[in-house]
């Protein structure tokens, strides 16, 4: 043990000790590096993290006792200090010896305050790791000695390199249990550059350590004598961080927030993406395009002359022009593009699988808007790079997919702008963040696609049938009458000279929609494509009456999006499971009971019933000739 | 040429907490600043005047009171409220009040109720949606593994395993019915880092942090300040003075001082980067049901 606990090595205490104003200014003027460490469950990520904020005296002799007799408890290191007990944080994690989120520490040398986040290897955790380097501007990734080059070590590099990390550290761990062999060291980083430059890592910088006995960690390591490169820590004290390459950018802010104390003053405030800014820069406002002259850059501290990437600021412009949360103020003659079509990366981070085309809520900057995200064209295997065909991401999938957005949003690809090219999406009934994304580029379709006006408008065709044009949505339950009553409503209707056209469920499932099954990805499509047609319908001035099932509140709320305002009636035929069970006038419950049809609604597919209808038909009380007069009154009064 | 120099440690910090002030503002329906008048709260707070100078920070400020708070304490809270131009809300739960629950003679069932209760009593009370904490990950180990913005359920409980992921600095603010939310901007701050902080801006602190003669008894190996006439002292026990200085500050009969000669802000750090336990450590509350005290307090809702 003594041998570990050493004189801790970063030896400010006689500065702070004879100094401590000198010791402040050094401190303040110190720079910051974000960085993740990335391994398998045994390559001692924990003991080098540990290692690290011993070295660096953050780790207090309180807590150096407790991790003293913790360490005899549940250690795994015999008698000697575990390191990895230091950051093994919750409850849960110490009683089954892994590491299961991301967490985030803390240390400090001479040069730099570092940032690490603490990732774990297991596969069903690609998320966390994903999050873990969006903020860094580092990655460690590290390779036990003695197992070289794994599965995970190609997974965790290849997830480094997609999210953008420039900077790759491979840490080449536990040489202590190879004897410090060169060629051992050789091989593994032979067999890495290979791998690397496959999947276009063009450089990294490669160290042997020992977290666990602290070679080549602060300082070269005696052990290793024909290593010649910089130690860990002195690589990432000089290693150049990301907010210094993204000054060198062209200016652009997302606003977040317009800040109006009084009429006297309208300024902008956001994070600088990348560029600098400063008085007098001619800057335009997107998506408008308007364009204006920035005035002041206004902080507590007083008005500043230059503002960088990285800055949070507000910023004044010399003439009234719209701006609003979600805009990108940007350099005026090299502004971002807009754009409602992309091609992007998806790492899929939640349990349900993707639904191509439900809208999910999509967050790029400070802009929030709908999107859809279309069938992947293709999956990528993580440990093999290869393209596998996929129709949908389960959790941890990472594919390729267009998706496209209900109005057009300011961005940038990923590779060149992180702030505006990096999205996550959102669910829209569980509020949970699903995925994360990075935008490749626009589709050409979004920009060469344009509304083609027609001289006879909607309004037009409605006028000519005498008639206000509506959807009436049935939904329900299998076998709740759906069809029956929709089918009367109709007769009524055209009894009434009304301009009808019923969409039913079967029937389309036959033509139009003869290519989708049953899973719920494809329930969204033929929801999707339905209430397409059904659009197209009410342009057309006919009232549209449909009858799917359509289990899910999310498409129903898509369609409803869709149409103008109040056209769409949302009819919920409620019939109990057990009422349209006892019915069975198909005979499917008996088969999805009996395990002959799989995704059944109600019976291994949920059913998510309306909360708040436009009309609600309780079918137990009613007729279907009753229920058909209701919808008919309600909707011609 | 302009100056592209790289930001230092201290400005992406500050950059990064009023973004997060920010996106809260704009995003959650009925925003509140917890205000506990530590330094951790008094660097929060200027981090709020500047995210949105110059006009006031639009939320309230939020002191959930114990009344065993020191003297000192209140002072500093109601001239810190005045001179942002926020309004002051202070809670006190009214059954601990009415139960007369003390730390003398309660115990654990003192912060439960007081701290714990008294909070989730406050954020029901005026709805509030998005609650500003001054919490920081390097304080303590499930700190380190929380979120940003940490959703609690509409009892306020933490579910350390069903937490949302975080990217790039994009944050989720969406919420469900019921549940709120704690975002924590300085998360990402080191205590030295707060020092430095408030001593490059000239943060105002509580005059607590700095060694003066003091009115002290020693007990269970803690050094007790006595600050007002309801610390009952035992038979034979007389005030001492010292020169002491607080860490961190809470419930006056709960922190322990420190034996100090730092008067000055420089002094202090020197005391803070020599020192050689950790800062907590004054703190009877972590204590409490082994090394996983603060993780089971959170799930609780503790803050």
């Known amino acids: 043990m003594t041998d570990m606990i050493d004189e801790p090595i970063y030896k400010t205490d006689a500065l702070i000790a004879e100094d401590i104003d000198a010791y402040l200014e050094t401190h303040q003027h110190k720079t910051m590096l974000r960085f993740i460490t990335c391994g398998s469950v045994d390559d001692g990520k924990s003991t080098l993290i540990g290692r690290l904020l011993y070295d660096s005296k953050m780790i207090f002799e309180d807590q150096l006792e407790a991790l003293q007799s913790d360490s005899k408890k549940v250690g795994t290191q015999g008698q000697e200090i575990d390191f990895a007990l230091l950051v093994d944080g919750l409850a849960a994690e110490r009683e089954q010896g892994i590491t299961i989120d991301v967490a985030y520490r803390f240390f400090n040398t001479e040069k730099r305050k570092f940032i690490v986040a603490d990732t774990p290897g297991h596969e069903q955790y690609t998320r966390n790791m994903v999050t873990g380097a969006s903020t860094a501007d580092l990655a460690v990734i590290l390779i036990d000695a003695r197992k070289g080059v794994l599965v995970q070590t190609r997974r965790h590099s290849y997830l480094a390199h997609l999210i953008g990390i420039k900077n790759i550290v491979l840490a080449i761990n536990k040489m202590d249990l190879v004897d410090y062999d060169q060629s051992v060291y050789d091989a593994i980083l032979k067999d890495y550059t290979e791998f690397a430059t496959s999947i276009g890592i063009t450089a990294f910088t490669p160290i042997p350590i020992s977290g666990f006995k602290g070679d080549n960690i602060t300082t070269l390591s005696e052990n290793t004598p024909w290593y010649t490169g910089p130690s860990l820590i002195e690589h990432l004290e000089t290693v150049e961080v990301n907010s210094a390459t993204d000054a060198e950018k062209p200016f652009r802010m997302p606003v977040q927030w317009v800040n109006r104390p009084n009429l006297d003053f309208r300024g902008f405030s956001g994070l600088i993406a990348t560029g600098t800014v400063k008085p007098g820069d001619a800057v335009r406002v997107l998506p408008s395009g308007k364009t204006s002259t920035v005035s002041r850059i206004v902080t507590l501290d007083g008005d500043l002359d230059v503002a960088v990437a990285g800055q949070s600021v507000t910023i004044c412009f010399a003439d009234e022009i719209d701006c609003s949360r979600g805009d990108v103020i940007a350099l005026a003659d090299n502004p971002p593009q807009a754009a409602d079509q992309f091609e992007a990366t998806i790492v899929w981070m939640a349990d349900e699988e993707m639904l191509p085309g439900r809208p999910y809520w999509l967050k790029i900057g400070a802009q929030t808007v709908s999107a859809t995200v279309q069938h992947p064209k293709y999956q990528v295997n993580v440990n093999t790079m290869e393209h596998l065909a996929a129709k949908t991401l389960d959790l941890n999938a990472i594919g390729v997919a267009n998706l496209s957005t209900d109005k057009p949003i300011v961005f940038e690809p990923y590779e060149a702008n992180r702030a505006l090219g990096g999205f996550i999406l959102i669910d829209k009934i569980t509020n949970a963040t699903v995925a994360a994304g990075m935008l490749h580029f626009s589709l050409r379709r979004a920009q060469n696609v344009h509304w083609q006006p027609t001289d006879v408008s909607r309004e037009s065709h409605a006028a000519m049938k005498n008639q206000k044009p509506a959807v009436l949505w049935f939904t329900g339950l299998s076998g709740a009458g759906k069809s029956t009553i929709a089918n009367i409503v109709e007769k009524k209707l055209a009894r009434m000279n009304r301009h009808t056209f019923l969409l039913d469920g079967d029937n389309v499932r036959h033509g139009l929609n003869k290519d989708l099954g049953f899973t719920d990805a494809d329930r969204v499509e033929n929801i999707r494509r339905v209430g397409e047609v059904a659009k197209l319908m009410t342009d057309a001035g006919l009232i549209v009456i449909t009858a799917f099932i359509s289990p899910f509140r999310s498409e129903r709320d898509m369609v409803r999006s869709m149409m103008a305002p109040g056209e769409f009636i949302e009819v919920h035929i409620d019939t109990p499971i057990a009422e349209a069970e006892a019915r069975d006038v198909k005979g499917l419950y008996k088969k999805a009971r009996a395990g002959e049809l799989k995704n059944f609604t109600g019976i291994d597919s949920p059913y998510e019933a309306p909360h708040d209808p436009e009309i609600r038909i309780d079918t137990t009380s009613l007729t279907a000739e009753e229920a058909a007069e209701e919808i008919v009154r309600r909707l011609i009064p | ?303």
Not at chain 2, 148 to 170: C, M, V, Y
Not at chain 2, 227 to 251: A, Q
């Open chain 2, 1 to 303: 040429m302009v100056d592209t120099r790289t930001l230092t440690h201290l400005e992406r910090l500050e950059s990064e907490a009023i973004h997060i002030m920010r996106e809260v503002v704009s995003e959650a329906q009925k925003p509140v600043m917890l205000y506990s008048v530590g330094k951790d709260s008094a660097v929060m707070l200027h981090l709020a005047r500047k995210a949105f100078y110059p006009s006031p920070p639009p939320f309230p400020l939020l002191h959930v009171d114990t009344t065993w708070k020191f003297q000192e304490m209140y002072k500093l809270r109601d001239r810190m409220a005045q001179e942002s131009g926020m309004e002051l809300l202070v809670y006190q739960n009214p059954e601990a009040a009415e139960r007369g629950i003390n730390p003398f003679d309660h115990g654990p069932l003192h912060t439960d109720m007081w701290k714990t209760e008294g909070l989730k009593q406050a954020l029901d009370l005026y709805g509030f949606d998005a609650a500003f904490g001054g919490a920081r990950r390097d304080e303590e180990k499930s700190r380190a593994k929380e979120r940003i913005f940490s959703f609690r359920t509409a009892s306020h409980g933490w579910d350390p395993k069903n937490q949302r992921p975080e990217l790039w600095n994009l944050y989720n603010a969406r919420k469900n019915k019921g549940e709120s939310i704690r975002v924590f901007p300085i998360s990402n701050w080191t205590e030295l880092d707060i020092w430095q902080y408030i001593h490059l801006n000239d943060v105002p602190i509580v005059p607590l942090y700095f060694a003066d003669k003091r009115p002290t008894v020693e007990r269970d190996g803690m050094l007790l300040m006595v600050d007002d006439g309801r610390f009952p002292l035992l038979p034979g026990e007389e005030p001492v003075m010292r020169s002491i200085r607080f860490r961190t500050l809470g419930c006056y009969p709960l922190t322990g001082a420190v034996e100090s000669e730092a008067k000055t802000l420089p002094e202090v750090i020197q005391e803070t980067l020599l020192t050689t336990t950790s800062e907590r450590q004054g703190r009877a509350i972590d204590k409490d049901a082994g090394g996983a005290g603060m993780e089971k307090k959170k799930q609780e809702g503790y803050f």
